[in-house]
């Protein structure tokens, strides 16, 4: 059985139950995707015809990049857009998709925290 295809019982719902998780670890590539047909099947559920709504077969290539929106506080991304650009042009892509990571790569209920490091004055 691949990553890619979890059994039909794991995209019920009954992969997420806190008996049948094994806390303590990051979401797999399995759970994404048997979670994403749960989520898709209750939207066509809800009569939903959006192929992004779609249940997916398979789960998308790593480097896919996709558009989304989002509603964020406006002044927050005033000031991400200025401290990205202070550091050498980044995008607040790179910074959401930074923020993401480190989200996706905890394990669940864990608080993700960033270690600042200042730089010496004068440099």
């Known amino acids: 059985m691949s990553a890619t295809a979890p059994p039909p019982e794991d995209d019920t719902g009954a992969l997420f139950s806190p008996e049948r998780r094994a ?8 759970e994404a995707l048997a979670h994403a047909r749960r ?8 009569g939903r ?3 992004s709504l779609a249940p997916p077969d398979e789960l998308p290539a790593p480097d896919l ?10 002044r927050l991304l005033m000031r991400v857009r200025a401290k990205a650009a202070l550091e050498g042009g980044r995008t607040v892509t790179d910074v959401v998709e ?10 669940p209920d864990a ?8 730089r010496p004055p004068g440099t």
């Open 111 to 118: 608080q993700v925290r960033y270690v600042t490091h200042r």
């Open 23 to 30: 806390s303590g670890r990051p979401i797999s590539d399995h």
């Open 49 to 51: 015809k959006l192929s």
């Open 98 to 107: 930074e923020a993401m990571r480190g989200y996706v790569d905890s394990a």
């Open 65 to 74: 990049r996709v558009m989304t929106a989002m509603r964020l506080p406006a």
């Open 39 to 46: 989520v898709g099947r209750i939207q066509q559920g809800h």
